[in-house]
């Protein structure tokens, strides 16, 4: 924490760069201001105090608290207490990136480009640094600055929009500029189950046709391995319509090989089984400690309520002698 001050709201200016764009008609938005208009500004934005490169008038750069800044804005507040801190261009992006690192709103390519940024000005620091200093792990690290990697407003307004999956945003950002836009269509509608290993599948065929100095812009159709969903399998357990489909003649070996995929093969069952009662088993035997404590704490009170009923009757006695 650095310095608390109280000072005229006219004197903050928004950071040129933002995580976040506020939105003034959400609902949540008009919350705020409606809250502060009844109960005043609570806390304290934080702020560092900078100076204008033209007109040398001192003001304070927001570093925290865009949101509840228009807010108090919005609501007619005059003054406002803030945090003063000290901190250079580039601490106050990581310190940015720290406060914003849970808050869902936050756009994942502008994110990105800020995790760019930092790196840019601390050309010192590595991708593993900067993991280490927002607690996230260096592959994390890697896949979002992977997202730079995508050009297109299109694209980077369906990621930031949750349109496209963050999974799948990290595959599309693999591929060559010039393949992702015929990419996005299934960016969008397929799972990552299908989507990610589709898009590596081809970037090998793109590497591969590269070495061997071949054209690799006409795509080759390679089924994808994928799970079937939990539900259809269940279902074909019941029915066996897929089997009859197939043609399939060893049906028994089919179930057999369906019920292995659930886990509800004979050994899968019998594996279950003897864990389930190891824990029940477990959990009677907590069951009968709890009780055998409180049946002791039980004796011990009763035990301790009668010694000191004993010694009152015996200071009683003693004082009739006395």
Not at 82 to 99: P, S
Request: net charge neutral.
């Amino acid at each position: 924490m650095g310095q608390l001050a109280t000072v005229p709201i006219g004197e903050i200016r928004e950071n040129p760069v933002a995580l976040r764009a506020v939105n003034r008609e959400g609902e949540g938005f008009l919350g705020l201001v409606d809250s502060i208009k009844q109960k005043g500004f609570l806390g304290a934005l934080t702020v560092r105090k900078n100076r204008d490169g033209e007109t040398g008038t001192e003001f304070y750069e927001l570093i925290d608290g865009l949101h509840r800044l228009s807010a108090a804005r919005d609501a007619g507040i005059d003054e406002i207490q803030v945090d003063i801190v000290d901190l250079d261009d580039a601490e106050v992006l990581e310190a940015q990136m720290m406060l914003n690192m849970h808050t869902i709103e936050t756009r994942p390519v502008e994110y990105s480009r800020q995790l760019r940024r930092i790196l840019a000005m601390n050309h010192m620091m590595t991708e593993a640094e900067l993991a280490a200093k927002l607690g996230k792990s260096s592959s994390w690290i890697g896949a979002r600055l992977g997202l730079n990697k995508i050009e297109s407003d299109q694209i980077t307004g369906l990621i930031n929009e949750g349109k496209i999956k963050l999974a799948n945003a990290y595959a599309l950002a693999k591929l060559p500029t010039e393949e992702q836009q015929n990419w996005v269509e299934r960016a969008m509608t397929e799972g990552p189950e299908v989507f990610v290993p589709a898009c590596n599948q081809r970037l090998k065929e793109i590497k591969a046709a590269a070495k061997a100095g071949k054209d690799a812009s006409a795509e080759q159709f390679t089924p994808t391995p994928h799970m079937q969903k939990l539900g259809d399998v269940k279902e074909e357990l019941e029915s066996g319509k897929v089997a009859k489909a197939l043609k399939v003649k060893d049906t028994a070996a089919w179930i057999a090989a369906i019920q292995w995929v659930l886990h509800l093969d004979p050994k899968s069952v019998e594996a279950q089984e003897a864990k389930f009662n190891q824990q029940q088993a477990e959990k009677a035997q907590r069951k009968k400690d709890r009780a055998a404590e409180a049946a002791k704490k039980k004796t011990e009170k009763a035990d301790k309520a009668a010694a000191e009923a004993k010694t009152a009757q015996a200071e009683a006695e003693a004082a009739k002698t006395s």
